[in-house]
């Protein structure tokens, strides 16, 4: 498939895992693959923490307002990736003001009211949130700012009940601007030419378990669209040699520990090779495998050079 029409296939994709899979950097390397592609690309940041903007050239926590953190992506030069913010608090004050209240907005940022009144009821902050996404999406269309928006989304557990909050108010809530705003998000939801949702693994056991628990409730619960599957930091390579059978192997305590080194890599491949394989058989999505990267933290050359092999492996999608 080729790169620029998968990553156009919905205008909103939310990214989520279950917390320590990788998901931030996947974020990050969906969206540099695809402004490498040459889209305008707007990443969101929904926790208020750090990381993403760095592993995308920038520094700091992202703001509310959209700051550019790489441009001149892609072959012609139009690919751009620019990052943003959004907290339930942000959003409701954003809300607010857009609908005539801005001295309300005011007093309520100012006395610190607003952080109670964006939770003031279960789903309240989720639809918040919600609600911000799918006036970005809208804009996507009526604008034409961005072509595409990547969410960092909540962990696997709190993904559920996010991306559910909008079927429980529209249950709840009768009439009012809350339960429009409840439905405007669902059909956003179960529409998979607006949004689709990329869930992440690690090819262990435990992670993928609950890829795939969490993949049946979005689509039984929710209807949403499920894009491939990232399974993330894969070791990749062949099984080694038996260290017994490796001539001039150091004698003593250094020949010891290449060789639980070179049995601990072995049996690793071994067993990210088998959850890979058992993933695909429970759960009948496209994979797009990305490489283990041996180092500590990475940066932005790493998440550039990690968009280059998710753009190859996209390359081998079906169409």
Known sequence: ??????????????VAGKGGVGKTTVSAVLARAAGDAGLRVLVVELEDKPGIAALLGGEGLLPYEDVVLAEGLGPSGSGRVSGRTITPSDALADYLTSHGLKRLSKRLVTSGVIDVVSTAAPGIDDILVLGKLKQLEREIETEGLFDL??????????????????????DAVRVGPIRTQARDVLEMLS??????????TLPEATPVNELIETAYAL????????????VNAQDVGDLLPDPRTVDGLPEGDDGAALAAAASFRTQRRAMHAEEIARLARELPLAQLKLPLVPTAGLDADDVAALAMRLSAAVGSLAP
């Open 1 to 14: 498939m080729d790169p620029q029409q998968f990553f156009t296939t919905s205008r909103v994709v939310v």
């Open 149 to 170: 928006v990547v969410v960092d989304g909540p962990a696997a557990g709190h993904a559920i009940t996010f991306l559910q909050s909008a079927r429980g108010l529209l």
């Open 191 to 200: 529409d998979p030419a607006r949004c689709q949702v990329l869930l992440v």
């Open 219 to 230: 689509e039984d619960r929710i209807g949403v669209q499920l894009g491939p599957v990232v």
